[in-house]
């Protein structure tokens, strides 16, 4: 009796112990699921997109991995030894992760420079292709391959041609912002920071200036020694900063000054006390001891005057100046070509090598 009882407290212990053994299993694997799916879930937090990989496998339960996209980019930035660029007029926070911000003089000559194998382009195609052009050994990767800037197609081959047939001593100087093609059409490259400065020292008297008609007329009216010629292209975010608002920011705020970018049309570049490139008006307000400034470029400069002026005021137009090109630009589609290596930006070959000497000479010039 007395071993049949014992059997059986032995069998109770052993089935309790053998459920709680089970109970445990099943709890762990209800914890840590049983899939080898991924799931990302993301949330934003102080101006922080925070991504979260729930990585849940049979055996090993989950690992979690909490790591911002802006900790993810640094990471394969170095793994990969890539090196970001980025525009003034991208998003703050693609700006923030860039390791060179700039305007375009300042990006092409850098892009020239760098020893990185891969450069991450945060701006619009024909920074990528001047990328491509002045760095052939390297892989240039635009995060979006759809950002383009239509200033940079407004000129016809013809209207090159015409030029040319007219004058024999011609030169053709291009705007950065144009294709690599109209590069190899031309002779030398500008940006709106050199523009001046290299059609003055030019020794040809006739300059054909293509594409953007305001920039164009700056320069001619800053060389009135040349003939400058100009054709129809313009920017549509620049041409529609309206003089009116410019006049009704000064009007609220007499002691700011106005400072405007060369690619504005003609009634706005009129009515302003500084004409310069972005990287031009971000020095002149950095210099200077005014507190109160109306901008009149895009609305991307804000980020970088503010950084270097925090106890200064900045007024833009009421409609504010977007490019919605150069916006297209995030950080997840940074990561996304750090990662897949994709979007390399390409010069067709048979317009490279004019196009590269078109901006090659525009570094040589601007020493
Ligand atoms: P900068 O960068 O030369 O000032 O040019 C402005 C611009 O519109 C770039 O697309
Ligand atoms: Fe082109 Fe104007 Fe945009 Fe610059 S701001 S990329 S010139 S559309």
Redesign the pocket.
Known sequence: MKRKQEFQGMCESMSLFFFLFLFLIVCNLVQYGMTNEVHVSCHMEDNVLYYRKHEESQFCGRIEDDMTIQEEINQLKEEKSAVILAHY?VRPEVQEIADYIGDSFYLSKVAAELPNPIIVYCG?SFMGESGCLLSPDKKVLMPDQEAD????HMVRKEEVDTARERYEDLAVVCYI?STAEIKSWSDVSVTSANAVKIVKNLPNKNILFIPDRNLGRYVAEQVPEKNIMLVNGY????EAIAAQEIRKLKEAHPDAEILVHP?CCEEVAEIADYIGSTSGIINYVTASERREWIIGT?VGVRYELEKRNPDNIFYFPETEPV?G??KRITLEKVLEVLKSGKNQAAVAEEQADAAKLTLSRMLELSI
């Open positions: 007029y619009v800037c239509p200033m940079a912002n920017c549509p975010i620049h690619e895009e490019c090109d150069m």
